[in-house]
Each structure stands twice: as C-alpha cells, then as structure tokens.
C-alpha cells in the first residue's frame, strides 16, 4: 500500500488553526487518515489559544469520504469481507461536531459520502466554484446525511441529493444555503482567512456559548431552550470578557478578549 497520507496543521496567527486533509488523490479518509484527523482535532481543542479552525483538502479535492479501496484491502489481509470501519468515521464526526472553537469548511473541490457528511458538522462552509457535492449514500448501498442535510436546506431539497446521488455544484449549494459563499479557486482560502479572523476576534467564551445554544437549538422546547440561555447568560456576565467588552463600548475601542 501506499502513502496513507497525511492532516497537516497551520497556524495562521490570531488564534487561528488550519487543518488540512491531504491523502491523493481525492483525501480519503482510510483508517490511519482518520486515526491522524481524530489526533489534530483533540490537538486543537486542547490549545485554548485556538479560536478558530479551517477545515479544508489539498489538491482538488475536499473529501472523497471513505478510503473503500483501503478499507477493502485490509479486508483482504485478514482474510474477511471488505468494508470501511463506520464506527471510526462516526466517532470522528463526532468530535468534528463537538469541537469547542467554530469549524470552517472551506471546501475546495469534490466533496462526496463521508466527506460530505465531513463538511455538515462544521460550523460554516464556504466554497470554491469548482466544488461538487455528493450525498454518495445511494450511490454505494449505504446511507449517509439524511440527519444533518434536512436540517440545515430543508427536507424537500435534501431529498434531491440524498434519494438521487447526484452531484450539485457550487451554485446550487449557496441557492440551497449548503455554503454561505462561494469564491474563486484562488481566493478561497483568503476568505476563509478572513472569516475564521473574524471568529477568533470575538469573545472566546461567548462564541463557544453560543454555538453550544445553536447546536441544540431544533431539538429544545422553548422553555428548555430559555433555561439553557440563562445558564449561559449568568456565566458569560460574570466573565471578564464581558467587562471588557463594556469597557471597550464606553472607550470607543476594539476589544480584547481572553478566555477568563
């Protein structure tokens, strides 16, 4: 087997963490892919002076979802029935999902199965002209997004890609409200830059708050959901964060924020 690739981090400064999938031709996620993916995550969760992160591919590729051709080999070497590991990809999800600062997909190229599921539990996403989607569930017996898609275009839209396994270009994706924005190839990640600086520039504990309120947000009654903002709110007045926010209104200057 060849190169089992690699997740390269870059610190772009201003609390901003890039992690960057690179495994040609298309970044597949085979076992070791997810194992290093699942290491840079708990990487950058753990640096509190990371404040926002890019998720994004090299080459022309965000992610092609599942190394199947990996996942069969390996099969083989045991001498078993090829098949991707799932519940590994599940649990890297996961932790994409839950991570503390917001993720920003910057999705260059073909983002197809899992890696279309990839880009769902972040935060944001944002596009090149040149990306693709693919909900590839139907495509290869299985079935993936039909949770988080729904929930983010709507139910009759999600079911155009998810029943069809039809690629969408990047257009339809900002018509449908999959991405935010779509740039040139060549500016891509300099919005993402842009963007993610923004994010690491607002009140650390406020942003990690109010993501925490959004992700639980359709699931919560509104009575469920005004007790969780409460808790939230009393910690964040307390928070020295919130005092300088204040101070900076009255100065008539940016503020600056630190994590307690």
Same mark, same amino acid.
């Given at each position: 087997?060849?190169?089992?690739?690699?997740?390269?981090?870059?610190?772009?400064?201003?609390? $901003?963490? *890039?992690?960057?999938?690179?495994?040609?031709?298309?970044?597949?996620?085979?076992?070791?892919?997810?194992?290093?993916?699942?290491?840079? @995550?708990?990487?950058?969760?753990?640096?509190?002076?990371?404040?926002?992160?890019?998720?994004?591919?090299?080459?022309?590729?965000?992610?092609?979802?599942?190394?199947?051709?990996?996942? %069969?080999?390996?099969?083989?070497?045991?001498?078993?029935?090829?098949?991707?590991?799932?519940?590994?990809?599940?649990?890297?999800?996961?932790?994409?999902?839950?991570?503390?600062?917001? $993720?920003?997909?910057? *999705?260059?190229?073909?983002?197809?199965?899992?890696?279309?599921?990839?880009?769902?539990?972040?935060?944001?996403?944002?596009?090149?002209?040149?990306?693709?989607? $693919?909900?590839?569930?139907?495509?290869?017996?299985?079935?993936?997004?039909?949770?988080?898609?729904? /929930?983010?275009?709507? @139910?009759?839209?999600?079911?155009?890609?998810?029943?069809?396994?039809?690629?969408? %270009?990047?257009?339809?994706? @900002?018509?449908?409200?999959?991405?935010?924005?779509?740039?040139?190839?060549?500016?891509?990640?300099?919005?993402?830059?842009?963007?993610?600086?923004?994010?690491?520039?607002?009140?650390?504990?406020? $942003?990690? &708050?109010?993501? /925490?309120?959004?992700? +639980? &947000?359709?699931?919560?009654?509104?009575?469920?959901?005004?007790?969780?903002?409460?808790?939230?709110?009393?910690?964040?007045?307390?928070?020295?964060?919130?005092?300088?926010?204040?101070?900076?209104?009255?100065?008539?200057?940016?503020?600056?924020?630190? +994590?307690?």
């Amino acid at each position: 087997m060849g190169d089992p690739g690699v997740v390269r981090r870059e610190d772009a400064g201003g609390g $901003v963490a *890039i992690l960057e999938l690179d495994n040609p031709p298309a970044n597949a996620m085979s076992a070791v892919m997810l194992e290093r993916l699942g290491a840079a @995550l708990a990487e950058v969760e753990a640096d509190l002076a990371v404040r926002a992160i890019i998720l994004t591919g090299a080459g022309k590729a965000f992610c092609a979802g599942a190394d199947l051709k990996a996942a %069969d080999a390996d099969a083989a070497e045991r001498g078993e029935e090829g098949g991707e590991d799932l519940s590994a990809f599940g649990r890297v999800l996961e932790q994409l999902a839950a991570c503390r600062a917001p $993720v920003i997909a910057a *999705i260059n190229g073909h983002c197809v199965g899992g890696g279309f599921e990839m880009a769902l539990c972040c935060d944001l996403r944002i596009a090149s002209s040149a990306a693709r989607f $693919v909900c590839a569930g139907v495509n290869m017996g299985l079935t993936a997004s039909a949770y988080r898609l729904p /929930r983010l275009i709507g @139910l009759a839209r999600a079911k155009a890609m998810l029943l069809t396994g039809l690629p969408h %270009d990047a257009a339809t994706a @900002l018509a449908w409200g999959l991405v935010t924005a779509v740039h040139a190839p060549d500016e891509l990640m300099t919005a993402a830059r842009d963007l993610a600086a923004r994010l690491a520039s607002r009140a650390p504990l406020s $942003v990690e &708050a109010t993501k /925490r309120l959004a992700d +639980r &947000a359709l699931d919560q009654s509104p009575q469920d959901a005004a007790r969780a903002l409460t808790a939230e709110m009393l910690a964040l007045q307390a928070s020295a964060d919130h005092r300088e926010a204040v101070r900076a209104f009255v100065e008539r200057r940016e503020p600056r924020f630190w +994590r307690r």
